[in-house]
C-alpha cells in the first residue's frame, strides 16, 4: 500500500471510526450504463438483431454500440463494447457459414454415390508410381 493511502485510513479511523473505512468509494470513472440499462440491453440482445431491423443474425460490435446508443443514449467506442458484452457473459462466436438454401438429403447422396464413382482410385494392375520419392 502506499504510505499516503495509509495515512488517510489513519485519519479516517481516528475522525469515523471503523464504519468511515467500510464505506470505500468507488476509483476511477464512474459507469455511464446502471444494472437496470444492463440488464435490459441483454434482454435486446436475446431477442436477436432481426428484432431491431438488422438483415443479418449476427450481432457485430458496431451493431451492439447502435443498439447501446438506441435504448441509452449513450455512445460506445466498439473496442469497449467487447468490455461490456464480456461483462455480460457474452462470448465472440464465428457463424457456421452455412448457406439457408443447402439441402442436407442432397449433400448425403451426392457423398454416398456421386463421390464414389467419380474419387480416384489406385489402379488394380499395379502400374508403377509417378512418384520420384517412391522406389518401384
Avoid at 88 to 115: F, H, M, T, V
Amino acid at each position: 500500500m502506499h504510505r499516503q493511502s495509509v495515512s488517510r485510513w489513519a485519519r479516517e479511523l481516528e475522525q469515523a471510526g471503523v464504519r468511515a473505512l467500510r464505506k470505500a468509494r468507488r476509483t476511477g470513472r464512474p459507469p455511464k450504463l446502471s444494472a437496470a440499462q444492463l440488464r435490459d440491453l441483454e434482454r435486446a440482445l436475446m431477442r436477436g438483431p432481426e428484432a431491431f431491423g438488422f438483415a443479418a443474425g449476427l450481432w457485430s460490435a458496431s451493431r451492439v454500440r447502435d443498439l447501446i446508443e438506441y435504448r441509452t443514449g449513450v455512445r460506445y467506442h466498439e473496442a469497449h463494447v467487447w468490455r461490456i458484452l464480456r461483462k455480460l457473459d457474452w462470448s465472440c462466436q464465428r457463424p457456421s457459414g452455412r448457406a439457408l438454401e443447402r439441402d442436407e438429403q442432397a449433400i448425403r447422396n451426392w457423398k454416398k454415390y456421386r463421390w464414389p464413382q467419380i474419387k480416384k482410385k489406385r489402379s488394380a494392375r499395379g502400374e508403377p508410381s509417378s512418384s520420384s520419392t517412391r522406389v518401384d
